[in-house]
């Protein structure tokens, strides 16, 4: 785009939204992070509620110095997850209808929005 169009490097990368210093400098891949990301995918396979917080945890003796944004940016490049657990689903009760007074003062009810009683001060709850 530079030669082809005759634009100066930092327009260039302006029109692109990429950063100079990432124009520059590519991302190197060392044989280390390879190390990691494997070592990772097996700890993930073997042990799925393990987040990468967990597997950085247990990563840190096999690899020392090793930092939990290099562990978070591997585990998300391998499309790792926890799976969220389904919610289980509460046995439904059955519906009574509500009771009908027969009498005055029989039921009773109360607004728990507003009430009239001083709790520290405040009038709603």
């Given at each position: 785009?530079?030669?082809?169009?005759?634009?100066?490097?930092?327009?260039?990368?302006?029109?692109?939204?990429?950063?100079?210093?990432?124009?520059?400098?590519?991302?190197?891949?060392?044989?280390?992070?390879?190390?990691?990301?494997?070592?990772?995918?097996?700890?993930?396979?073997?042990?799925?509620?393990?987040?990468?917080?967990?597997?950085?945890?247990?990563?840190?003796?096999?690899?020392?110095?090793?930092?939990?944004?290099?562990?978070?940016?591997?585990?998300?490049?391998?499309?790792?997850?926890?799976?969220?657990?389904?919610k289980a689903k509460r046995p439904?009760?059955?519906?009574?209808?509500?009771?009908?007074?027969?009498?005055?003062?029989?039921?009773?009810?109360?607004?728990?929005?507003?009430?009239?009683?001083?709790?520290?001060?405040?009038?709603?709850?």
């Amino acid at each position: 785009m530079i030669e082809k169009h005759n634009l100066s490097e930092r327009h260039a990368c302006r029109l692109v939204g990429l950063s100079r210093d990432s124009y520059r400098h590519l991302p190197q891949v060392t044989a280390e992070n390879a190390q990691i990301s494997a070592a990772i995918i097996d700890l993930a396979q073997a042990r799925r509620r393990f987040g990468y917080r967990r597997i950085h945890d247990l990563l840190r003796p096999v690899f020392p110095g090793v930092n939990h944004k290099r562990v978070y940016r591997l585990y998300s490049d391998a499309n790792l997850a926890v799976r969220k657990r389904k919610k289980a689903k509460r046995p439904l009760s059955e519906r009574v209808p509500l009771q009908i007074a027969q009498r005055v003062n029989e039921v009773w009810s109360m607004d728990f929005v507003r009430t009239a009683w001083p709790i520290a001060g405040a009038s709603s709850i």
